[in-house]
């Protein structure tokens, strides 16, 4: 599972939360019953703002088609996941690597080797086999991922004509880097910055991913790169920008809805409904969307409204 999902999702308080427009009752206590003419759905995700929007447009996508909706929004994977698997919840907005880091590790305990790539095609393969051996379908993933990404400022980046984390390796000059406190130990941080761009990280600042104290430390010069995620879209008006993973160490991490497969089986609408706002979401919408909400203001259930709307989706 990717930095992003770890770290965001424990910033969320108490172990079992939904958002205030759906209330519920426990996951396990899923009701079955629905005024929806197509039945009732309840979909599952973690509680941060993207995976906050994502389960809002499942919702209003579902409920156009006829389903009585209930969102169930926890703090992280291994609650909401095996939920998925017993059918307590039938839908998740989820993300492929992540998905395939859960189910490789569950399998194959922690020190399995990883079965997912930059490649979205060769990580849904891979991970496709483990997901059906517990009873979880995932349909299209959408080309909207939502990575780790590694920023500087404008500044430094013009100064040292900065476009790619590839160029920041061929300064070389040590780096200080502020990210999550898991960050040393990961291929997709400081591991792979290190043994894939030749980067010299001199020191982890553990300051957390894309939160104020990590723009803080590269705004101020504390830190010359920082962590957050490839749809964080505050970072222009912070005056900071990411730099491309040109090497692509970073595993893809695709929007993928994951559904429950007997509950797929009862109701194969779902996947029309979804695999065709799989090929409508890109990285740019995300990011978009995710500023709507962080830096505007706006509802998560008005956002995902407009948005699909704007694609003729309902």
């Known amino acids: 599972m990717n930095v992003r999902r770890t770290f965001v999702a424990a910033l969320a308080t108490g172990v079992l939360l939904a958002t205030a427009a759906c209330g519920g009752d426990p996951l396990e206590e899923s009701d079955s019953s629905s005024s929806g003419e197509k039945g009732s759905v309840t979909i599952g995700g973690q509680n ?30 291994d609650i909401y996941f095996p939920q998925l698997q017993k059918g307590n919840v039938q839908v998740v907005p989820d993300y492929l690597a992540g998905i395939g880091d859960y189910l490789n590790t569950e399998a194959n305990g922690p020190d399995a080797k990883p079965i997912t790539s930059n490649s979205a095609e060769e990580s849904l393969t891979a991970v496709q086999p483990l997901a059906e051996e517990v009873g979880v379908t995932l349909l299209t993933p959408a080309e909207a991922t939502d990575q780790n990404g590694f920023f500087v400022t404008q500044d430094y980046a013009s100064e040292n004509e900065l476009t790619t984390l590839s160029d920041l390796g061929a300064l070389g000059e040590p780096i200080t880097l502020a990210a999550a406190k898991d960050c040393p130990d990961r291929e997709d941080c ?16 553990p300051l957390g991913f894309g939160l104020a104290p990590t ?15 490839t749809t964080d879209g505050t970072l222009d008006a912070k005056g900071l920008v990411l730099l491309e993973d040109d090497k692509g160490i970073q595993p893809a991490q695709n929007l993928t809805p994951a559904v429950n497969s007997d509950w797929l089986g009862d109701h194969p609408d779902v996947e029309e409904t979804l695999d065709e706002l799989s090929g409508a979401l890109t990285t740019e919408d995300l990011a978009a ?8 203001r706006e509802k998560p259930e008005d956002v995902a409204a407009a948005f699909l709307e704007e694609q003729g989706l309902i």
């Not at 996508?61 to 969102?71: A, R």
């Not at 400081?190 to 600042?205: D, K, N, Q, R």
């Open 48 to 77: 941060f703002t993207e995976s906050q929007i994502m389960a809002a447009i499942y919702q209003e996508l579902l409920e156009s088609d006829g389903y009585d909706v209930t969102q169930k929004l926890v703090d992280t994977r």
């Open 190 to 205: 400081a591991l792979g910055l290190e043994s894939v761009y030749g980067i010299s990280i001199e020191e982890v600042l």
């Open 215 to 229: 723009f803080q430390a590269v705004t101020d010069g504390e830190a010359e790169l920082g962590q957050t995620g």
């Open 289 to 296: 969307l995710n500023l709507k909400v962080d830096q505007d």
